[in-house]
């Protein structure tokens, strides 16, 4: 009844928050371990619902100037009682569940608790949540792996404060870049890029796994279909492809993955297949071979000389 009654009125939902319902009390009874899995499930969606809406609150904040100062009071106060509800302390059960239902919506509370704000990361690393995500990602249910992944990039888009933790994710985000799923390859394809975002610790290991040429490959079921004429907005290769070729070109702003980015063929290839026809194609190739351009190439990593 609350996850129906927040879901379908914001009004709810401020009573709800000014009665108690985001407290270290409420979060602590609301989401026990012991409670069935529907009502966990209905429970996580609910805050889910809320962390969202602080995101969305926070974004019109900042396009509705005469709005701004109800609008953004909104989002952080929120903001600030979900903090203070401790409720990544509430997950470490959760993400290891028998339901599957509640590993996938604890590891998308996970997600949207770390899109918010960077805050978020030191009281994720506290409570060792990182280890029990990494199983996620490579969890038997599509619908944790594909949350998890989410979670994942969002624990790498604020600071690198937490890449020492998710490095071990690496090998299965690049089987999840495989997945039937058109919205999980593109998340592992975005996490994979967020991996770099913040600094270049990780590119080594990247560059180890494979990352490079599992990236290419997502791009090149558009480039060589070619593809992008009759690729429509709907397809399920072309988002993952332009989200991929992103990641590839934030890979690109570290020298080590040179190496491995020339030897795919891949600039070349994007070259020749025009895909200006494709906006956001033509604009991601265009940032890739200004990065490439813009270091000079080492002598090793990923594919090796040959």
Known sequence: LLSRLGLGSPNFLRHFSSSGGITRASTACLLHPGCSAASLTNVLLLYCHIARLCDAHAAKASHSPGNAQAVGAQASGWRDQLGEAALLARLPPLLSHPDPGVRAKSCCLLGNLCRLSSEFYEPAREVALLPLLARCCSDPDAAVRKFAVFAAGNAAFHSRL???????????????????????????????????????????????????????????????????????????????????????????AHTPAHASLRASGLPRLLKAQGIQRDGPLASYAARLEGNLDALPSPAACGLGSS
């Open 162 to 252: 937490l890449y020492p933790l998710l490095e071990t994710m690496i090998p299965a985000l690049l089987s999840c870049l495989a997945e039937p799923d058109a919205k999980t390859r593109a998340n592992a394809a975005g996490t994979l890029g967020n991996f770099v975002r913040n600094g270049g610790e990780l590119v080594p290991a990247l560059c180890a796994a494979g990352a490079t040429e599992s990236l290419v490959r997502l791009v090149l079921l558009v480039v060589n279909a070619s593809g992008v004429d009759h690729l429509g907005e709907s397809s399920q290769h072309l988002v993952p492809a332009r989200i991929a070729l992103y990641s590839l070109g934030s890979l690109a």
